[in-house]
């Protein structure tokens, strides 16, 4: 059964981190560029990163460009979400998903070209 399973999300102070993480089963990750979108309420689902299979293209959003860092372990079938000086708008539900693109193609922010979605984490930021 393919599933993509999010953890890590929570409550944290602004200025805080947390750490999502991306568990893929049933499918090899490695061969799946990975993207991180959120929605908050009452907004449209926005890329917030994404990773390319390989050494490919690596991409942040401008809002969260220099705070979060996205990963992959290929051989743990694992991808990574770090968000570090975390702010109040950033709360959201955070998704990951998993795109079978052609091996090395450049990641997308595009939530369309995605095949598989988790079910979403919480991130609240409030102090």
């Known amino acids: 059964q393919v599933q993509l399973v999010e953890s890590g999300g929570g409550l944290v102070q602004p200025g805080g981190s947390l750490r999502l993480s991306c568990a893929a089963s049933?499918?090899?990750?490695?061969?799946?560029?990975v993207g991180w979108f959120r929605q908050a309420p009452g907004k449209e689902r926005e890329g917030v990163s994404c990773?390319?299979?390989?050494?490919?293209?690596?991409f942040y959003a401008d809002s969260v460009k220099g705070r979060f860092t996205v990963s992959r372990d290929n051989a743990n079938n694992v991808a990574y979400l770090q968000m570090n000086s975390l702010k109040p708008e950033d709360t959201a539900v955070y998704y990951c998903?998993?795109?079978?693109?052609?091996?090395?193609?450049?990641?997308?922010?595009?939530?369309?070209?995605?095949?598989?979605w988790g079910q979403g984490a919480q991130v609240t930021v409030s102090s």
């Open positions: 990773i390319s299979t390989g050494d490919g293209r690596i």
């Open positions: 049933g499918f090899t990750l490695g061969y799946y560029a």
């Open positions: 998903a998993a795109d079978n693109g052609p091996l090395g193609f450049p990641c997308t922010e595009l939530p369309g070209t995605y095949d598989y």
